[in-house]
């Protein structure tokens, strides 16, 4: 007997836009640790959609997702925001190449100048050994990544699914050529597909299953919460980013989020920031803009889990029937998620890939875990 036709461990974005997607085709149990969905990295992003991150195959999935956060409705899961990529006279380069791999993606990308910069974002400091050269893509989208993960999980829910909070699973084993698993509190599932969306855990989980990891690497990275200039009103302000990964700052409820974008190895965990990081992050405020940072009004660290190549890990494990990877969704698994879930839905029921993802020129392959293991 199975519980499930479909078990997800792991209740982030990964797990609930995949289940979402399989509540079609039959029962989804998803087991989250935590007692809450989106504890870890899905509940601490910037939430930002934008055409600045990933290799091509990233990019055709955060385009590909667009339609889905925007068919929503305007602050139903997402609101248009603009991204402004920014650079120094050493990033000029870099600005060009980022140009020419976002023209691709967007459909109007423009340059700024030093007072339209301005007149986005105010405190941008600008001029020589700072800011000198822009470009606007006015197709950013800033995501609600709580209504999100709760849409998901009430699509589930609403198909006869169940998603579970307070559910760390320490057993996952073969059983009746399906899968069965366990959680610390003694209670148990089995199904014939097992999906394995553990995020930064979820090399772990393929080795409590006896299946061979991934590589997958987890990278810590830190935001910090500032407060604006004195009777600033920064929501209509853009997403502003280095052309290289060096920072980025954006509203965040009347206040302003940045980051140092750092990237520091860590294992599986509950991430937390680090005081150099949190220190980094302000001096990078006053690097780039013109604000002094008095105090931090918040803190956090996330961790953003790459495979090898940095695209995302989705299909069966090639030696172990009925175990599927749904990993390294790195700095842009919400942007993506919609994407994501389509092609796991078509990878898992076997149904013919998308005829929407190939024209996006994004296929199976691209994501196939097996490549992760080849030299
Ligand atoms: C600082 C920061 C900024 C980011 N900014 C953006 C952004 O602007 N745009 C964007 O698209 N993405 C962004 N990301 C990336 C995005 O957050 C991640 O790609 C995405 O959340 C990954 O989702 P996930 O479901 O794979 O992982 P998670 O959200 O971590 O979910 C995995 C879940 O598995 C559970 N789990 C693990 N082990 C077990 C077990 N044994 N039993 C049961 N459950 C288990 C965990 O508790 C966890 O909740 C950012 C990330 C960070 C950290």
């Known amino acids: 007997m199975s519980d499930a036709d479909f078990l997800i461990v792991g209740g982030g974005v990964a797990g609930l836009s995949a289940g979402a997607a399989l509540a079609r085709h039959g029962r989804v149990v998803v087991t989250e640790a935590e007692e809450s969905l989106g504890h870890h990295s899905s509940g601490r992003s910037a939430t930002f959609s934008h055409f600045g991150i990933g290799n091509r195959i990233v990019r055709s999935m955060t385009a590909h997702s667009r339609a889905f956060f925007l068919e929503a409705g305007e602050g139903v899961l997402c609101r248009r925001s603009p991204a402004l990529f920014v650079a120094t006279e050493e990033m000029r380069t870099a600005l060009e190449m980022l140009a020419r791999d976002m023209t691709t993606f967007s459909a109007c990308i423009e340059p700024q100048s030093e007072s339209e910069m301005l007149r986005r974002f105010p405190p941008l400091r600008t001029g020589t050994d700072a800011i000198v050269a822009g470009l606007l893509d006015p197709d950013g ?31 996952v084993e073969p059983a009746g050529g399906g899968w069965r698993v366990e959680s610390e509190n003694g209670e148990t599932w089995t199904a014939p597909i097992l999906i394995n969306a553990a995020g930064a855990w979820a090399d772990e989980i393929a080795q409590a299953a006896g299946v061979r990891p991934i590589g997958l690497k987890p990278l810590r990275r830190t935001i910090i919460v500032v407060d604006p200039p004195a009777g600033a009103e920064v929501r209509g302000w853009p997403f502003v980013k280095t052309a290289v990964d060096d920072f980025y700052i954006l509203p965040e409820s009347g206040r302003l989020m940045a980051s140092p974008v750092d990237e520091v190895e860590s294992g599986p965990c509950d991430a937390q920031p680090e005081d150099y990081d949190v220190a980094l992050a302000a001096w990078k405020v006053e690097r780039y803009t013109t604000l002094s940072v008095a105090r931090i009004a918040h803190r956090w660290a996330g961790l953003r889990t790459f495979t090898r190549d ?7 494990d090639a030696q172990a029937p009925g175990f599927f990877w749904l990993a390294g969704q790195g700095g842009f698994g919400l942007q993506t998620a919609p994407a994501m879930a389509e092609a796991v839905e078509s990878l898992v029921t076997g149904a013919a890939w998308p005829d929407a993802l190939a024209r996006a020129g994004i296929e199976a392959a691209d994501l196939r875990p097996e490549r992760l293991h080849e030299a």
């Open 141 to 171: 989208l800033r995501l609600d990544s709580d209504a999100l993960l709760q849409s998901y999980a009430r699509s589930i829910r609403t198909s006869g699914g169940e998603v579970l909070t307070g559910r760390r699973l320490r057993t």
């Open 310 to 316: 940095r695209t995302p890990a989705a299909g069966f």
